[in-house]
């Protein structure tokens, strides 16, 4: 079974600041991993996603997350908020291989861009 | 191309009654998939349909069911309402093997 902790269920920053947004996830087979963002009375929203090959990946809006296989993460980042990036952001996982594209999700980080 | 559609967006709902939400998969997507988010929760799989097949179910009771059409459009019944069922109930549809893209669900509550 898979599971996946967001240790933060909130994070306040100042615009412009750097973010880290954490994601621990636990398996015991390989998987695959998704970031998600929900703006408020929306669905959800893909943000990037890690398959395979090269552990860094980035989205066209400046995040990036990177897959640490032995620390079982993959933090999201991005150098400079703006209010706008003010939304729900989800940290899923996928079986690798499996019969189904279920997902796994976090409980969610608020991430509050204040001005 | 056209995204994920769901309706109606906002439904309320008395405890007892049944109740059906409707989904239209994304252009070119054959496998649509079922999620149930609480507030201020993760979404939670309910199942998915793939050629009109369930073929996989999370945590939930029978009472929850569903439909794949055709056309890869899709409907969740749930029966027998109670009111830990309100919630925002996703749909998300994808190739096989490929991330799932999302609607932007249906509230439902229920009193």
């Known amino acids: 079974a898979q599971s996946v902790t967001q240790l933060d269920s909130q994070v306040p920053v100042f615009e412009e600041a750097p973010v880290e947004l954490r994601c621990n996830y636990s398996?015991?087979?390989?998987?695959?991993l998704f970031w998600y963002v929900q703006y408020p009375n929306q669905g959800l929203q893909l943000l990037l996603k890690?398959?395979?090959?090269?552990?860094l990946v980035e989205s066209i809006n400046g995040f990036e997350a990177e897959f640490n296989k032995s620390q079982t993460s993959f933090h999201l980042r991005k150098p400079s908020v703006h209010i706008s990036d003010t939304a729900e952001y989800f940290c899923?996982?996928?079986?690798?291989?499996?019969?189904?594209?279920?997902?796994?999700f976090g409980t969610g980080t608020l991430l509050a861009v204040q001005p | 191309e056209t995204g994920v559609t769901q309706s109606p967006t906002h439904l309320i709902k008395t405890r007892g009654q049944q109740v059906t939400l409707r989904c239209s998969s994304q252009?070119?997507?054959?496998?649509v998939s079922w999620y149930q988010q609480a507030l201020g929760q993760g979404p939670q799989f309910i199942f998915q349909?793939?050629?009109?097949?369930?073929?996989g179910r999370g945590n939930f009771p029978p009472r929850f069911s569903g439909l794949q059409f055709p056309n890869y459009s899709s409907e969740l019944n749930v029966n027998a309402l109670e009111l830990d069922d309100s919630a925002l109930y996703l749909c998300?549809?994808?190739?096989?093997?490929?991330?799932?893209?999302f609607g932007n669900g249906t509230r439902l509550t229920v009193t």
């Open positions: 998300a549809s994808s190739r096989q093997d490929s991330p799932l893209h």
């Open positions: 398996s015991s087979v390989s998987v695959y």
């Open positions: 890690y398959l395979s090959g090269s552990t």
């Open positions: 899923a996982v996928r079986q690798q291989g499996g019969a189904t594209n279920k997902l796994i």
């Open positions: 252009s070119g997507h054959n496998t």
């Open positions: 349909y793939y050629r009109e097949e369930e073929n």
